[in-house]
């Protein structure tokens, strides 16, 4: 099980996301470019204007870490939005490929700022989010 990211990592988290928000077209627009160059078989999952999808996944990513220390208590939202990617067709094997996508536009944006800390966080973040939104698919595994 993925560790609950420490305050001093939902510090490090916050910072990095505020950076973020100074420029968030740029950053959701490389990371899905980066996820279709990597698996361009997933880009058929998506619609054909991402401008939408870019928003809600980056709203949703802002809820989550508001509440990432607790995602338990937000089991029913994150539970709604896994089963919707489950319908999806979104496996668990797809969120570190989505985690490691997402990280590198990071790290491209924020250069200096991107530390090893920084990255360890953002790794925890997804990873723990990703267990969450699969839990119930995990279980289906016997
Ligand atoms: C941190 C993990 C993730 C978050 C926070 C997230 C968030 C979201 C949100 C908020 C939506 C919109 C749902 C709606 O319209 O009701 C969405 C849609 C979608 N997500 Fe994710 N997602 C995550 C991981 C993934 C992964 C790993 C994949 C796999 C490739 C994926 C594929 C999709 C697809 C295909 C859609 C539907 C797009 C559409 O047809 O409108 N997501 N996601």
């Given amino acids: 099980m993925t560790p609950v990211p420490s305050s001093e ?7 990095s996301f505020a950076k973020i928000l100074g420029n968030p077209k ?10 279709f160059r990597v698996r361009p078989d ?15 996944f980056l709203d949703a990513l802002r809820m989550l870490l508001g509440a990432v220390q ?10 709604v939005l896994g089963e919707r990617h489950r319908k ?19 790290s491209e944006e924020q250069c200096d700022d ?6 360890v966080a953002w790794s925890l973040c997804f990873d723990l989010i990703g267990e969450k939104m699969m839990a119930e ?3 289906d595994v016997p």
């Fill in 114 to 119: 991107f530390t090893e800390e920084v990255r």
């Fill in 26 to 35: 740029h950053i959701t627009f490389e990371f899905y470019e980066n996820l």
């Fill in 88 to 106: 999806m067709g979104v496996c668990p094997a797809y969120f570190p490929v989505l985690r490691d996508a997402f990280i590198a536009a990071l």
């Fill in 137 to 139: 698919t995990l279980q």
């Fill in 9 to 15: 990592q939902v510090q490090l988290l916050r910072v």
């Fill in 42 to 56: 997933l880009r058929s999952l998506f619609p054909s204007d991402m401008t939408e999808q870019r928003k809600k």
């Fill in 70 to 79: 607790r995602l338990d208590s937000m089991e029913g939202t994150v539970r």
